[in-house]
């Protein structure tokens, strides 16, 4: 079935880095979601892409729909103690209404 | 304030103990599903509704029942758990406006079944 690769697992930075991480598939998707989750919550979503080349952010945040179709990419500038967490790719599955998250990459920002 | 609730947040129970987790939304979403997260596993979806009296099958339905009767509920019962049911469950809604796809989620309930 449709699978979300994200990379990397894990990410340990000191404040101010930059951070990047992505998201590939094999096949192809129309929207792509980027997620956060922080320690004893639930997701939160941070941006949704619904077009290809779409770049878009949000604050420090930036989040690219590769041309492909097949990949996404999320940056962030700057990183603060508070933008650990565990960030998710999502898409919808098969361009039905069932959402696929990928497994995740979670973020440490030691200060 | 707009937001989708849970109860319980925490849960122990025993095998073959019926439960029931409950989900509710007041943003009138249409769309509503309960995932699993399991570490090394990610979200998974169980079931998930398109409105009222319409559900289907998610990705790890096996073990689970769900009944939309209102808009805005959307319980998640476990007949009869089992150990391999100990995880965090999240329910989200989402509104037709987005196509489904931004969905709210709630805090979580994390289950135990001894």
């Known amino acids: 079935g449709q699978q979300l690769n994200q990379s990397p697992q894990s990410m340990f930075i000191q404040e101010g880095e930059d951070v990047s991480m992505n998201c590939t598939s094999s096949?192809?998707?129309?929207?792509w979601l980027w997620y956060k989750q922080e320690p004893g919550e639930g997701p939160v979503l941070l941006i949704a892409l619904y077009k290809a080349g779409e770049l878009t952010s949000n604050g420090r945040l930036t989040a690219q729909f590769g041309i492909t179709r097949k990949d996404s990419f999320l940056n962030i500038s700057a990183s603060i103690p508070s933008d650990v967490g565990i960030y998710f790719c999502?898409?919808?599955?098969?361009?039905?209404?069932?959402?696929?998250f990928g497994k995740g990459t979670k973020l440490t920002v030691n200060p | 304030e707009a937001q989708v609730t849970q109860n319980p947040r925490y849960l122990i129970t025993v095998t073959g103990k019926k439960l029931t987790v409950t989900c509710s939304q007041n943003?009138?979403?249409?769309?509503m599903s309960w995932y699993r997260q399991d570490p090394g596993l990610g979200l998974r979806q169980i079931y998930y509704s398109m409105n009222v009296e319409v559900t289907d099958k998610g990705d790890v339905p096996e073990g689970y029942k769900v009944s939309r009767k209102e808009k805005r509920n959307f319980p998640l019962i476990l007949e009869s758990p089992s150990p391999n049911q100990t995880s965090l469950y999240f329910c989200?809604?989402?509104?037709?406006?987005?196509?489904?796809?931004?969905?709210?989620f709630g805090p979580g309930t994390r289950l135990t079944v001894l």
């Open positions: 096949s192809i998707f129309n929207t």
């Open positions: 989200a809604s989402s509104s037709w406006e987005s196509s489904y796809n931004e969905q709210f």
């Open positions: 943003m009138n979403h249409e769309y």
């Open positions: 999502a898409g919808p599955k098969g361009g039905s209404e069932k959402l696929v």
